[in-house]
């Protein structure tokens, strides 16, 4: 007698077979997920975010985060990654990336009115990793200044930088409140840094993430009086000045007490 088991492992009952082979899913509506990565490093002291150029509809032409359609044999994890890699050539891994938020208001996207795309967003951050390479179907991918953007300076005209397509504006919003969020209390700023950094480029970090000017001596304090949030290596780099000491992350995963935004 055959034996049917889930992908678990688990048996499955008569009654369970019996539905799955009778399922019908047009009998739904028609669903589909989709996965968009917020990937954020800083280049010349400014927070950039990676964005692709659409080469095709819905809305070609216009500027979006890399993403693209779950397939069936792969986790949404998984999915994010793969079109990271598909559409701008970063195949490594982020120093960081976690599961930000599922956005699913009716109407998001234009295929609404045929099939139901639900997004699964992530946050990514990482060092520069150089220049993007536009592939799949992109037309082309670039970091932009998130202050070059329109929806994100009020100083700007919707003519001066890329307006996003989609919902995509929103996620970038809830993604820079997430990173901005994360700084306070966790070591996270180091995901943004080479291994090796001094801490002037991890108060750069801060600058750039929080929008606003830190008083570096009294971040260097607070920063070598934070247990485990960086280990010095002994080694120094040569600067303008005198040479700066270099530092590593340290085994801490949260500041204890957090770091605070400066009030705006």
Not at 54 to 79: D, K, V, Y
Not at 93 to 117: C, F, I, N
Not at 194 to 203: A, K
Not at 208 to 237: C, H, L, M, Q
């Amino acid at each position: 007698m055959a034996i049917h088991r889930n992908k678990h492992g688990e048996d499955l009952s008569e009654e369970d077979i019996d539905f799955v082979k009778n399922y019908e899913p047009r009998d739904y509506p028609p669903n589909a997920v989709t996965a968009d990565v917020i990937l954020l490093t800083i280049r010349s002291g400014r927070l950039a975010v990676l964005l692709v150029e659409r080469a095709s509809p819905p809305q070609g032409g216009s500027w979006a985060l890399p993403g693209g359609h779950l397939n069936p044999e792969e986790s949404i994890h998984e999915t994010a990654l793969r079109e990271l890699a598909e559409k701008t050539g970063f195949a490594a891994e982020p120093a960081h990336l976690e599961q930000l938020q599922t956005y699913s208001t009716p109407g998001r996207d234009a295929r609404d009115t045929k099939m139901r795309v639900t997004s699964v967003a992530y946050l990514a951050f990482m060092p520069d990793p150089g220049t993007p390479k536009a592939g799949s179907d992109a037309r082309s991918a670039r970091f932009w200044a998130v202050d070059d953007l329109p929806e994100f300076n009020s100083q700007l005209t919707w003519e001066e930088g890329p307006v996003l397509a989609f919902d995509h504006a929103a996620m970038l919003r809830d993604g820079l409140e997430r990173a901005a969020s994360k700084l306070e209390y966790t070591t996270l700023a180091t995901a943004f840094v080479d291994e090796q950094f001094t801490i002037s480029d991890l108060r750069r970090v801060y600058e750039a993430v929080w929008r606003s000017i830190i008083d570096a001596p009294n971040f260097s304090r607070k920063v070598k009086a934070t247990s485990g949030f960086i280990e010095p290596t002994g080694v120094k780099r040569a600067t303008g000045r005198a040479p700066a000491g270099l530092f590593v992350k340290g085994e801490a995963d949260i500041i204890s007490p957090p770091f605070f935004r400066p009030a705006d």
